[in-house]
């Protein structure tokens, strides 16, 4: 089946550090989206890209549509403590049903 | 809260019972999913609804699982003779009209199978 590849899988950053972390697919999708997860919470919605070549930005949040549709990268500048969690890339190719990649892990020393 | 809510957040069961999930989708959106996430992976899907008619399911839902939505507002997944396997969290997500893939989860129920 399709399969989203995330890097890192996780991550251990100080506390006002930029983050970026990227997912890759052997699949074209035609909408990538980034969530957040907390622990026993669902996954939140943090920004959606529509169009190849995209770029997007969400408060200290930014992502990017890759060009061949097939890639996408989220940034986060200055971290806080909040920004700790899980973050899931997903791809939608109008197959009425998300791809999720495996989740990249971020913990940040105070 | 108009989020998409879930029922109940945690369920522990003995192997071989029966359970139930209940969802109820932000009330405007026709479009409601079913994922189950393990520890460690992201969500994989399982089915997918539209009001009430059930247009895709996963292999991963065997003939175990059952999922309804009777009058295209809430629903039920059911697992039947539960397994260890079956222990997982199980995600409701809702979405509108538009069909952008924008998703909106649930806080899930947990399931442990013992």
């Known amino acids: 089946g399709q399969q989203l590849n995330q890097s890192p899988q996780s991550m251990f950053i100080q506390e006002g550090e930029d983050v970026s972390m990227n997912c890759t697919s052997s699949s074209i999708f035609n909408t990538w989206l980034w969530y957040k997860q907390d622990p026993g919470e669902g996954p939140v919605l943090l920004i959606a890209l529509y169009k190849a070549g995209e770029l997007t930005s969400n408060g200290r949040l930014t992502a990017q549509f890759g060009i061949t549709r097939k890639d996408s990268f989220l940034n986060i500048s200055a971290s806080i403590p909040s920004d700790v969690g899980i973050y899931f890339c997903?791809?939608?190719?109008?197959?009425?049903?998300?791809?999720f990649g495996q989740g990249t892990r971020l913990t940040i020393n105070p | 809260d108009t989020g998409v809510s879930q029922d109940p957040r945690h369920k522990i069961t003995k192997r071989g019972q029966n359970v139930t999930f209940r969802c109820d989708p932000i009330s405007e959106h026709n479009r409601l999913y079913w994922y189950r996430q393990t520890l460690g992976q992201g969500p994989e899907f399982l089915t997918y609804f539209q009001n009430e008619a059930q247009l895709e399911k996963s292999r991963l839902l065997s003939d175990r699982f059952s999922a309804e939505r009777p009058k295209g507002s809430f629903s039920t997944l059911e697992i039947q003779r539960t397994e260890q396997g079956d222990s997982a969290m199980y995600l409701c997500?809702?979405?509108?009209?538009?069909?952008?893939?924008?998703?909106?989860f649930g806080e899930g129920s947990r399931l442990t199978v013992l």
């Open positions: 997903a791809g939608f190719q109008g197959a009425q049903k998300l791809v």
């Open positions: 997500a809702s979405s509108g009209q538009a069909n952008t893939g924008e998703l909106f």
